[in-house]
């Protein structure tokens, strides 16, 4: 008989706790309902292992994503201190893919405080995400951009029609004028003006400094682009006459005729190549042979 009262006492506050752990503690998520029939099954220990799975799950699901980034963060930051050259690295290139809106929202909002420019690309494939707010970030960050890059133009191209012989002025423009056009965010119509007006400056700086080779190289490439493969091949042409010797102009005059489709023009210029001392890196040289096929 008094076996039996210590049994039904124990099974009471058995219940009672499972009631109270149900009702005050883990077991009022959702998430713990499961472990019930556990903790009732198995007096005592019943409810120590709901608890115990409890909190395994509780750290699995309640973990944000963005704790650790936090951590990362902070040993990127750690790493980082008195090397200002690495100011702008941040360790958030796959933000898009983390699947907590809160922790991707806050992870956006870090890199546009930091370097918005410097992420420009992600900046546009966020401009076409399923998050609204995040779509909202992006498109609002890249047309402040746009307007920083348009009044960043604005202002050299004055500085540049006020006094058009001041090579300091004819270098800010260019650099301008090949930001914009790079980034990419340009209207067909608007980007070819742009070229346009780029290789004008270009042709024009060269008028003032007829030895810049980047300026040379520059007119190349965006004559290239714009498919005005017949002023390219002249300005490389004058590229290796100014500097015989130096592979760039030789790996440019061939990139010219790659592009133009121009076979007997780089066999010529091959044929020339090969009969001088051209100062060749281990780079250039492979790639001149890979062009050349020999």
Not at 19 to 29: D, L, T, Y
Not at 261 to 276: F, P, R, S, W, Y
Request: charged content about 20%; some cysteine.
């Amino acid at each position: 008989m008094e076996g039996s009262i210590i049994l039904i006492v124990l099974a009471i506050v058995h219940v009672t706790s499972c009631a109270a752990w149900f009702i005050f503690g883990p077991g009022s998520k959702k998430e713990d309902i499961i472990m019930m029939p556990i903790m009732l099954c198995i007096p005592v220990f019943g409810i120590l292992c709901a608890w115990i799975a409890s909190r395994n799950i509780n750290d699995g699901i309640e973990t944000p994503v963005s704790k650790l980034y936090r951590h990362v963060e902070k040993d990127i930051l750690s790493v980082n201190e008195g090397r200002p050259e690495l100011d702008t690295v941040v360790p958030f290139d796959e933000v898009l893919l983390l699947s907590n809106d809160k922790a991707r929202r806050e992870v956006m909002m870090h890199i546009l405080r930091r370097d918005p420019f410097a992420y420009l690309e992600m900046l546009k494939t966020a401009k076409v995400s399923s998050d609204v707010e995040i779509t909202h970030y992006a498109t609002t960050t890249i047309m402040e951009i746009q307007r920083d890059l348009d009044i960043n133009m604005q202002k050299t191209e004055s500085e540049y029609n006020a006094d058009p012989e001041n090579l300091d002025s004819v270098n800010h423009f260019i650099t301008a004028l090949s930001s914009y056009i790079n980034t990419g965010l340009l209207l067909e119509n608007r980007m070819l003006q742009l070229k346009d007006q780029l290789s004008k400056v270009l042709e024009h700086k060269l008028t003032i400094f007829p030895n810049s080779r980047s300026a040379h190289l520059l007119l190349v490439n965006n004559e290239i682009s714009v498919g005005n493969y017949e002023r390219a091949g002249e300005v490389a042409a004058m590229m290796r006459s100014k500097w015989p010797l130096d592979e760039t102009s030789w790996l440019t005059s061939l990139h010219v005729c790659m592009v133009a489709g121009n076979v007997k023009e780089k066999a010529d210029i091959t044929a020339q190549m090969i009969t001088l001392p051209v100062n060749w890196s281990k780079a250039g040289r492979e790639e001149s042979v890979f062009v050349c096929g020999f």
